[in-house]
């Protein structure tokens, strides 16, 4: 294995998404395909008096028009949504004559053309009763879950807090966040060779056959589910849809093929999303700051009807060495949809709260803030005590405050001032994610002519899995990158896992691996010599074979051979981060400059410096890209975005890319990206960890960190906006 | 399917007779930059478009006369790049390249862009449930006031409704004195921009002093040598692709240091293009310095009544304006 083979190389799809070429979920030519369109529910709570359809029916082109007393018979089971939360009922809706949330269908019209499909969705008039509701946490009417979710602990914190030089109790507030992949999020179904295909562009394919059959009682094996490209996840992808069963049941019921595009304005309803969290952190040090206590409560908002854990407090104890720790995590319900995984799901949110309050320590004790960290740093996870596969957070600081100049940093606030007049403001904060791997299905084939054909788990979703595992195939084989096919996120070609929680590489990779290797020792065995340097396909020619083919399993550490069967049968299957004999976390550190203007509070970011320790990098191109795109997440996170809701009315006000503020190119000055690259031949043989979000944890802490360096002033909640600065 | 007519318009006089032959529900279409994004939002739901984006020499641009003319058809990206205009009157340039995208200002003509409707998302969001709006649905009620009112006005407000005018050429050309050009099926008139811009008052529904079946046809703006002097500060929730949460446009004719005449407008904090007279008169006469700057930004909102949620745009617009105050009086002349 050498760096250079891996080291930059082109994405295998670059060309063919550039040119337009790849086909996603809702380009699939399919004859006499039929168009639905949704109609969202205009109350937050309530129930549906009557229906009236006369006016859509006659629209011309209307095929159509299901409600609620069509779908009745579609069962709800905990597998079916919110399956990576905890096991609850979970809601389908159009089930029955209820509202449960602001935006639910509560009609599909099936039309020739979309543009009648539009039209009739417009027509259908819908009477309700409305019902009180609770539109946000802080809400008379939320109701808080009684017992915490979670709760880790180790040692005596509130005594070890009690009695600390130096006491840091502050709450950070984080506000609702919606995904917004540029693909829209579809479904079409339709019946192929004898089977029923769902094409959504997801990172579950096998939700469908795990999922959806259940809820139609259909036999999973007649199910087959293909996400040909996803275009963004970022979480949101992760499961079955609101929409998915009602255009799968559609497509049945009308014995043709139905197709939907779930409009953006209606996603923000229908959609997961990230929380409203609330996070109080007592951060507890000696005169010389080292850590002696640290306490995290934590809030998340969440539905009545499902469980989205409320995790924040998983990370924050592995990031220093505690002397003691006492977390725990509760959830308020509201009437809205079920919220979900958004990238660095309750990472993002706890790294923020907690690194700046970090940063508010390191303020209190009088030390350098990543002096302070790297004072704290631990080999040993604090709450089970078992070591960390490998960790070198400490260098990603010491690398990373060299390439930003972190020397330059004043401790007091405002004193960096550019030439314009901004003032100038340099912040730091670190991050951690799991390091999870998934079991994998893996056939390899090898034709003599040097095409090369593999099928095994993942889906891409623009993160560049096709390109890891290309890397792998190239590197153990040395087939050539143009005669590669790759066949993922297709329950017909291999069980497909669900591509989430940065696992995707660390499993991908090790499965085109381990295939390959053993493809070689079957050729070996063929050839009865060691194989010489001469191309492979060649090798395989000369015994007189047209196609050499295996097939391998890969378990990862710490399970057996039954998690395979759980893959066929859709069960999620992940490992990590805790293994029998250490913990396995990506890490990472962050450098912000922000730039001020003095008069208007404007807040600019100049530069960001991010090194990640991710293991071995497989591709400097696709990972640095990685690393570039979860610190403009973080920028935005830090400074733009929040879904915005009139508790009046419930729902999301700001529903569309216009109003719901991310960043655009202006905003974005440099991001420059390193690695450690020191592959973890502990966690698996390619020695990789996770970094899709990793990437971003800790992004905005040191945005807002570098806000108050500029600044002085301490804002505790998100977005930090021009108000707030003025 | 609902049914849409189209038809293209050589000359103004066969779009407004084609205007009135359609009868109700007859639109004008120029860069559509606008009016198909109303549609697809079902803000606007016309029955015939007729298309005046191809009129004859409707993109005229002329700068060597007594004015500078703008046809009314003429895209936003010509204007923002012509060479006189940069040149001679920043102000008017910058509100166009600051506007937008480049792809939309492609697209979208100079006499369309007076005509944008607002952002006021509880007047665009008909995706969960049409909200209570004035503007939308005469009668029903307001409910940006007391809700989610953050970027609503603060200046010329009323109780039925508080949307901001969105645009940014607009408020360029209402600093700088143009005339609007406006042709229907009873003949043509000019009109000052100040009267083409209704304030909301009870009907906030008229937006605009324009005849059923009217055309823009075209903008004048008067020469001055303020105009070398000027500029468009626009500041917003990110630094492209958004509309103000407060603008200025500043030019100034000076004698030696001292104002001669201040020409200044406001955008992103009113509920139409908002001269700032109040802020011009503070000025004229005097030697710019920070301090009366900002004096003349708190001028031009001493006036302003804020909302729940929007009261920094007082202070915002204030200081939005001294620095474009600033930046206009060191430009050279």
């Known amino acids: 294995m050498t760096q250079e083979q891996t080291a930059d190389r082109p994405r295998v799809d670059a060309y063919e998404k550039v040119l337009g070429r790849a086909l996603y979920a809702a380009d699939q030519p399919i004859a006499g395909l039929l168009h639905g369109m949704t109609v969202p529910a205009t109350i937050a709570k309530g129930r549906i008096e009557a229906i009236d359809l006369t006016a859509a029916t006659n629209v011309r082109g209307v095929v159509r028009i299901f409600t609620h007393d069509d779908f009745s018979q579609i069962k709800t089971t905990p597998a079916a949504r919110g399956a990576y939360g905890r096991p609850s009922k979970g809601y389908q809706p159009m089930t029955g004559p209820i509202v449960r949330h602001r935006g639910e269908p509560v009609a599909l019209v099936v039309a020739e053309t979309l543009e009648a499909a539009i039209e009739g969705a417009e027509a259908v008039k819908v009477r309700y009763a409305e019902e009180a509701f609770s539109a946000a946490m802080e809400d008379d009417r939320a109701s808080r879950e009684p017992e915490p979710e979670s709760q880790l602990s180790s040692g005596d914190a509130e005594t070890a807090f009690a009695t600390a030089s130096h006491r840091i109790d502050v709450e950070y507030l984080h506000p609702q966040q ?30 469908f056959a795990g999922g959806l059959a259940g809820m139609m009682g259909m036999d999973p094996t007649r199910l087959r589910g293909v996400s040909p490209y996803t275009g963004g996840g970022f979480g949101q992808k992760n499961g079955i849809q609101e929409q998915s069963v009602l255009v799968a049941s559609a497509a049945i019921l009308l014995r043709r093929p139905v197709k939907l595009v779930m409009p953006r304005g209606q996603l923000f309803h229908t959609a997961s999303y990230r929380p409203r969290s609330r996070h109080r952190v007592r951060l507890g040090a000696d005169e010389q700051g080292r850590l002696l206590a640290g306490l995290y409560e934590t809030v998340q908002q969440n539905s009545r009807y499902d469980g989205f854990g409320c995790e924040h407090g998983a990370n924050p104890p592995r990031m220093y060495g505690y002397g003691a720790w006492l977390g725990s995590d509760r959830i308020v319900r509201v009437d809205t949809q079920t919220p979900g995984h958004q990238r660095a799901p309750h990472e993002h949110p706890s790294s923020y709260a907690t690194e700046c309050a970090m940063d508010e320590l390191a303020e209190a004790v009088g030390m350098d803030p990543v002096e302070l960290r790297i004072a704290n740093d631990a080999q040993r996870d604090p709450i089970t005590g078992k070591p960390f596969s490998s960790r070198h957070l400490a260098d990603c600081l010491r690398r990373g405050a060299e390439l930003f100049d972190w020397n330059r940093r004043s401790r007091e606030p405002g004193a960096l001032v550019a030439e314009n007049g901004d003032l100038i403001g340099l912040g730091v904060a670190c991050g951690s994610y799991k390091g999870s791997m998934t079991p994998a299905v893996t056939t390899l084939r090898l034709f003599a002519s040097g095409r090369c054909e593999i099928a095994t788990s993942g889906h891409e979703m623009g993160q560049g899995i096709r390109s890891v595992i290309a890397a792998e195939l190239i590197d153990v084989l040395g087939v050539d990158p143009e005669k590669l096919d790759i066949r993922i996120g297709d329950t017909g070609h291999a069980p497909q896992h669900v591509t989430a929680g940065s696992w995707g590489t660390g499993s991908a990779a090790p499965a085109a691996r381990s295939a390959a290797v053993k493809l070689r020792e079957e050729l070996n065995l063929l050839t009865g010599s060691a194989l010489s340097e001469e191309p492979i396909h060649l090798q395989l020619a000369r015994t007189r074979r047209p196609v050499l083919e295996v097939t391998v399993n890969t378990i990862p550490l710490g399970k057996d051979a039954q998690v395979i069967e759980q893959l066929r049968r859709g069960i999620p299957s992940t490992t990590g981060p805790e293994y029998p004999e250490f913990m396995a976390f990506s890490w990472i550190a962050h450098f912000a400059e922000v730039h001020l203007e003095a008069s208007t509070g404007r807040v600019r970011v100049k530069r960001v410096v991010s090194v990640a320790d991710c293991g071995r990098v497989m591709n400097r191109r696709t990972a640095e890209s990685q690393v570039r795109g979860g610190v403009i997440w973080g920028i935005g996170a830090a400074l733009r975005e929040v879904g915005e809701t009139d508790p009046r009315f419930g729902g999301v006000l700001n529903n569309d890319l216009a109003e719901y503020v991310v960043p655009v190119n202006a905003d974005i000055g440099a991001i420059d990206v390193d690695f450690i690259d020191q592959p973890d031949f502990k966690l698996n043989p390619s020695g990789v960890k996770g970094l899709g979000e990793v990437a971003m944890v800790g992004a905005t802490a040191a945005v807002v960190n570098a806000v108050y360096n500029a600044t002085g002033r301490r804002i505790r909640h998100l977005p930090i906006r021009i108000e707030d600065l003025l | ?101 480049q792809q939309l200002r492609n697209m979208a003509t100079v006499g369309g862009n007076l005509l944008q409707r607002t952002r006021c998302p509880y007047f665009r969001n008909g995706t969960i449930g049409a909200y209570p709006c004035n503007k939308r649905e005469p009668g029903s009620g307001c409910a940006a006031i007391g809700g989610l009112d953050r970027t609503q006005a603060v200046l010329g407000v009323s109780d039925a409704c508080t949307a901001v005018s969105p645009g940014d050429w607009p408020v360029a050309l209402t600093a700088m004195d143009a005339r609007i050009q406006l042709q229907g099926p009873t003949g043509e008139r000019t009109i000052p921009i100040a009267e083409f811009y209704l304030l909301p008052g009870k009907t906030p529904h008229f937006e605009f002093a324009i005849m059923p079946g009217e055309i823009v046809t075209g903008i004048s703006v008067p020469k001055t040598e303020a105009g070398r002097r000027s500029t468009y500060l626009k500041v917003r929730d990110r630094e492209s692709y958004a509309f103000a949460l407060a603008s200025a446009a500043v030019a100034l004719a000076m004698d030696g240091d001292h104002v001669r005449r201040a020409h200044i407008a406001l955008g992103g ?19 710019i310095d920070a301090e009366i700057a900002l004096a003349a930004g708190r001028a031009a909102f001493a006036d302003a009544r804020a909302g729940k949620h929007n009261a920094f745009k007082i202070e915002l617009g204030a200081r939005t304006l001294a620095d474009a105050i600033m930046t206009a009086g060191r430009k050279m002349q």
């Open chain 1, 178 to 207: 919606h995904h917004n992949p540029i693909e829209l999020i579809s479904t079409t179904a339709a019946f192929e060779d004898g089977e029923l295909r769902i094409y959504e562009g997801t990172q579950a394919a096998s939700a």
């Open chain 2, 1 to 101: 399917m609902r049914s849409l007519s189209y038809i293209r318009a050589k000359t103004v006089r066969e779009a407004t007779e084609a205007f009135a032959a359609a009868g109700e529900g007859a639109c004008y279409i120029s860069g559509g930059t606008t009016l198909y994004d109303l549609m697809k939002l079902g803000v606007e739901r016309p029955h015939h478009l007729i298309d005046i984006a191809s009129l004859e020499g409707a993109d005229r641009i002329d700068t060597g006369g007594d004015v500078l003319f703008f046809g009314a058809g003429a895209l936003m990206a010509d204007v923002a790049e012509d060479e006189v205009v940069r040149r001679d009157y920043p102000v008017l340039a910058e509100s166009l390249s600051k506007a937008a995208s």
């Open chain 2, 269 to 287: 904090v009113a509920t139409r293009p908002w001269r700032a007279r109040e802020a011009e008169s503070l000025l004229n006469g005097r030697a």
